[in-house]
Every structure is written in C-alpha cells, then in structure tokens.
C-alpha cells in the first residue's frame, strides 16, 4: 500500500513557476513509478510527466515539455514537479500517482492515486 500527498499548489499569475510535491508512505516507493496527471474542469484527466523508479528515466507530455520538469528522491520518498512559464492553459487539479513499470504513461496503469492539489493560473 502507498498512500501519497501532493502540495505545493496555489494561485499563480501567467509566467510565474511553482513547484509541486508528492510525499509517499510506504518501503517500497522505490519500486515504482511515479507520475503526474491533470484535470481542468469539464475534461479528461491528462497525462503530464512520469519517472522511472530510479529516477534515470522521465518522460514529459508535448504540452509542457520545455516547462516542467519531473524528479524525485528516492531517499525521502518524493516527487517533485517543477513547473516553469506557467499558462493559464495549466490550470487544473494536478495528481501524483504511483505504478508498476518504468516509464507509464497510461492513467489506467498507476494502482495509487493522491487527492490531488489545485493550481490556477491567472492571464
């Protein structure tokens, strides 16, 4: 069982940078591969960023690439979403989320969800 917490969330203007974090419980986070989704209001959940268990690999969705940046430390049980030259288009509710694999970018493939932290970007 993984339990995971997201912060770091909050009311930008367009342009600014937060930086959102995703604190694990549990031995085993190591194992997994963690990954960051999004979700605006009246649409699907998206894919944004994932990282392998040792952190060697990430992957990055074309509408943020160049922007944000994912890492975690194994150490401390994290994951860390760097979020640079924020767009309204950004705003949503960002979730981490924890699965088997290396790279996975697929929603359905992550077994533990966090509640999720709420970013809004204002023009």
């Known amino acids: 069982q993984v339990q995971l917490v997201e912060s770091g969330g909050g009311l930008v203007q367009a342009g600014d940078s937060l930086r959102l974090s995703c604190a694990a419980s549990?031995?085993?986070?190591?194992?997994?591969?963690m990954g960051w989704f999004r979700q605006a209001p009246g649409k699907e959940r998206e894919f944004v960023a994932t990282?392998?268990?040792?952190?060697?690999?990430?992957y990055v969705a074309d509408s943020v690439r160049g922007r944000f940046t994912i890492s975690r430390d194994n150490a401390k049980n994290t994951v860390n979403l760097q979020m640079n030259s924020l767009k309204p288009e950004d705003t949503a509710v960002y979730y981490c989320?924890?699965?088997?694999?290396?790279?996975?970018?697929?929603?359905?493939?992550?077994?533990?969800w966090g509640q999720g932290t709420q970013v809004t970007v204002s023009s």
């Open positions: 990282i392998s268990p040792s952190g060697g690999s990430t």
């Open positions: 549990g031995r085993t986070f190591s194992s997994y591969a």
């Open positions: 989320a924890a699965g088997r694999g290396h790279i996975v970018i697929t929603g359905p493939r992550y077994e533990y």
